[in-house]
């Protein structure tokens, strides 16, 4: 599943984007808003899709941070522009449905308020990771979370226009997964680095879950008039997302985090960590919602 030859042509490497073939994007007018049901939105998953929108709809800064650490691979940089307009649109299609989930969310001034809290270093020449093989293995870890999230949030949702947008942005995911890891082998097959290095890394964004990004978005998102507790605000928002998770999302998702990391799923080492990682979130979900 997802391996592609790294000896194909070169440009349909960088792309990877699955739009290589002329394919239309989806846009914010192919959404069914006239169905929406405002009795079938639950207020936990309100907090959390709201928090969500913030995230994606500051995909430009990621792009800016990837052309940077990237700066002699224009093939990669297109698509990694590409990429995120199409999560800014993510973004865009969430902020206005929780707008029309929740009296009172204002989802400009929330991302104004996100946006003036919260930067990463756009202004870097190199990966943080330490190497360009490294933040591609991050970002395969980063599409693997949310293309399982989305996937999550759709089917945990009995609101039919929430349901097609995650339907939508949980494929966006996975093809995006696709371009980063793709891509990954390019880099793989010059640098070589070892198998335990991959996987160190893959550890290392994997358990950035509890950072400031999502925590201040969760806070400006749903609590913007309280003092910003990051312990607080990330305990508020994972106690809430990790209750839409069933196994069948925490495997996929682990299947694709242990492909980029040169770990065998199926093997022993693979079926250990997505064990592991499914009690995680299983332990997650016994935990009781903060008031």
């Known amino acids: 599943m997802l391996q592609r030859s790294s000896r194909r042509p070169k440009a349909e ?7 290589c073939n002329g394919m239309k994007h989806w846009t914010l007018d192919d959404i069914p808003w006239d169905h929406f049901e405002p009795s079938k939105a639950d207020g936990d998953l309100l907090a959390v899709v709201r ?13 800016t941070y990837l052309c940077n650490v990237f700066p002699d691979d224009p093939g990669f940089q297109a698509a990694a522009r590409t990429w995120a307009e199409e999560e800014a649109q993510h973004g865009e299609a969430l902020g206005r449905w929780a707008e029309m989930a929740g009296a009172g969310f204002d989802f400009r001034e929330a991302f104004r308020r996100f946006t003036e809290g919260y930067r990463i270093p756009v202004e870097s020449s190199a990966s943080v990771r330490g190497s ?20 999550a949030l759709r089917d945990a949702s009995d609101e039919p226009v929430l349901r097609d947008i995650c339907r939508r942005i949980a494929g966006d995911e996975f093809r995006h997964y696709r371009l980063f890891y793709d891509n990954l082998q390019r880099y793989l097959a010059r640098e070589r680095p070892w198998r335990a290095r991959r996987l160190l890394i893959a550890c290392g ?3 950035e879950v509890g950072d400031d990004e999502l925590s201040f978005a969760y806070h400006c998102a749903n ?10 605000a990330n305990e508020a928002y994972t106690r809430r997302a990790s209750r839409y998770y069933r196994r069948s999302h925490v ?9 980029a990391s040169g770990v065998d799923p199926a093997g022993w080492l693979g079926t250990m960590a997505t064990h592991l990682a499914w009690r995680h979130v299983q332990r ?3 935990l009781p919602l903060a008031a």
């Open 13 to 19: 490497a960088i792309n990877g984007h699955g739009r």
């Open 205 to 207: 964004r994997f358990f």
């Open 223 to 232: 609590e913007p008039d309280a003092p910003y507790v990051r312990a607080k």
């Open 51 to 63: 928090t969500a929108s913030l995230v994606e709809r500051n995909a430009a800064d990621y792009a």
């Open 251 to 259: 495997q996929r998702a682990m299947g694709m985090i242990l492909k």
């Open 132 to 151: 360009r093989w490294a933040e591609l293995v991050a970002r395969c870890v980063v599409e693997s979370g949310t293309s399982s999230f989305y996937s």
């Open 284 to 286: 997650r979900q016994r």
